[in-house]
């Protein structure tokens, strides 16, 4: 029988490979990532399932994360001070310009790709687009302006463990070439802001500056998102201003 030390380093496995595959996966998804015995995956995501810590979607045949982590998200947000006490000038931006701004924190548990998380959003838009990344849901760094940021600021030993990973084209615009992307990386750390045009979707922008501490290391980022159409029609240089005095009341 397999000791509890086992079963528990599998199922935390299986956790994240539900949460790096977007939230939800497939048995044979998982099985395929991790290598485990089929028997052994679904026993397992039966006690999560039955513990409330992942859904069983049985239309589409998926296992999603489940209801339990919503909580632990909700108070993990609460611990994350100063993401409250940004709050109110984040609805002043967002009121400003009627999209929506996002603060999000890059994804320390996640060891083989670079991924954030949004920790906070104000109340979209009627302008929004129908696709963002869900609250509290990882998502890859590299096609988004906020996700740069963190690549940009990461200190080298983070930076360096993530480099060389499979970076997934979303669009034609998708920077897939890491070589290209750290020329990008060196030039927005330069300037202290990333943009990102149509890569993560089509007819989406958004602007994105990092929010340091008192000693310069990375904490967040901000960013403003919406159309391309409507977004370059502001002056992008009062953007990231007004994103700058958002992320430099932190310290």
């Not at 995956?41 to 994360?65: A, H, M």
């Not at 030993?157 to 034609?172: H, Q, V």
Request: net charge neutral.
């Amino acid at each position: 029988m397999e000791n509890k030390s086992g079963v528990l380093d599998k199922s935390i496995d299986i956790l994240e490979c539900i949460y790096e595959q977007g939230g939800k996966a497939r048995i044979c998804n998982i099985v395929d990532a991790l290598g485990y015995n089929k028997s052994t995956v679904f026993r397992i995501l039966n006690t999560l399932k039955d513990r409330g810590y992942i859904f069983q979607n049985e239309s589409k045949f998926t296992y999603e994360i489940g209801p339990k982590f919503c909580r632990f998200s909700q108070l993990y947000q609460q611990n994350l001070h100063f993401v409250d006490m940004l709050k109110p000038y984040a609805k002043e931006i967002s009121e400003k310009y009627n999209e929506c701004v996002s603060i999000s924190v890059l994804d320390k548990s996640s060891l083989r790709q670079p991924m954030q998380i949004s920790v906070y959003r104000t109340n979209q838009s009627n302008n929004a687009l129908g696709f963002m990344p869900k609250m509290g849901l990882a998502s890859l760094c590299h096609a988004s302006a906020s996700g740069k940021c963190f690549l940009a600021f990461l200190d080298q030993t983070s930076f360096d463990r993530y480099y060389g990973c499979d970076l997934p084209k979303y669009t034609e615009y998708t920077i897939t070439d890491w070589d290209k992307l750290t020329k990008q990386l060196i030039e927005i750390r330069k300037l202290g802001f990333a943009t990102e045009h149509n890569e993560y979707e089509l007819g989406l922008t958004c602007v994105a500056v990092p929010i340091l501490d008192s000693d310069k290391k990375l904490l967040a980022s901000v960013s403003l998102t919406g159309s391309t159409a409507r977004i370059e029609n502001f002056d992008q240089d009062e953007i990231v201003k007004d994103l700058k005095k958002l992320a430099n009341r932190v310290y």
